[in-house]
T-cell receptor, first 114, second 117 residues
Framework: AQSVTQPDIHITVSEGASLELRCNYS??????LFWYVQSPGQGLQLLLK??????LVQGIKGFEAEFKRSQSSFNLRKPSVHWSDAAEYFC????????????FGGGTRVLVKP | GAVVSQHPSWVICKSGTSVKIECRSL??????MFWYRQFPKQSLMLMAT?????????EQGVEKDKFLINHASLTLSTLTVTSAHPEDSSFYIC?????????????FGPGTRLTVL
């Protein structure tokens, strides 16, 4: 079975500072990895995804994530945070063998200080 | 592109009544849709996979007689919460995948907040 752990429940970061959100997964085969963002009152928006190839993935809104197979990690980063980045972030793992079902991590809530 | 809508966005109902939630893919066809449940400040939990033209597949622990799913067309799936009780109050989210490069990327609806009094 696949599982996802996001160790940080809350992260507070100053506007303009860098941000890194941790994600660790467990899956027996090559996973398909996703980062979604959920803003209050809005649906989940896909930030980026990793299927194969280059392990550094660029996404929307200036986010990037790096797949590290040896560490079973897919951490999300942004060099300079904007106040509008305050939201809940979810890491998810999917697998073709599992019918493309997604398993989500517990989420990390990001607060941005002015 | 890849827009998924849900209706209603929020609903309040009395205990014992049934509530229907619609999920539509607006600009693409989806033979499969997924239904999730999200409790406050928690993650999304997959409830079931909705399959167009066939029965839904439910995750372990999800009561299929309580959460009826119908996938009547390639753009519409409905979730009916039957005989709703306060413990069914939650945020219900649907998603629909778009195929590409060997696997699917799921696009999510905005969610429906259900409150059962």
């Amino acid at each position: 079975a696949q599982s996802v752990t996001q160790p940080d429940i809350h992260i507070t970061v100053s506007e303009g500072a860098s941000l890194e959100l941790r994600c660790n997964y467990s899956y027996g085969a090559t996973p398909y990895l996703f980062w979604y963002v959920q803003s209050p009152g809005q649906g989940l928006q896909l930030l980026l995804k990793y299927f194969s190839g280059d392990t550094l993935v660029q996404g929307i809104k200036g986010f990037e994530a790096e797949f590290k197979r040896s560490q079973s990690s897919f951490n999300l980063r942004k060099p300079s945070v904007h106040w509008s980045d305050a939201a809940e972030y979810f890491c998810a793992v999917g697998a073709l063998a599992a019918g493309n079902k997604l398993t989500f991590g517990g989420g990390t809530r990001v607060l941005v200080k002015p | 592109g890849a827009v998924v809508s849900q209706h209603p966005s929020w609903v309040i109902c009395k205990s014992g009544t049934s509530v229907k939630i619609e999920c539509r893919s607006l600009d693409f066809q989806a033979t499969t849709m997924f239904w999730y449940r999200q409790f406050p400040k928690q993650s999304l939990m997959l409830m079931a996979t909705s399959n167009e033209g066939s029965k839904a597949t439910y995750e372990q622990g999800v009561e299929k007689d309580k959460f009826l799913i119908n996938h009547a067309s390639l753009t519409l799936s409905t979730l009916t919460v039957t005989s709703a009780h306060p413990e069914d109050s939650s945020f219900y989210i649907c998603s629909a995948p778009i195929s590409g490069r060997g696997t699917d990327t799921q696009y999510f609806g905005p969610g429906t907040r259900l409150t059962v009094l």
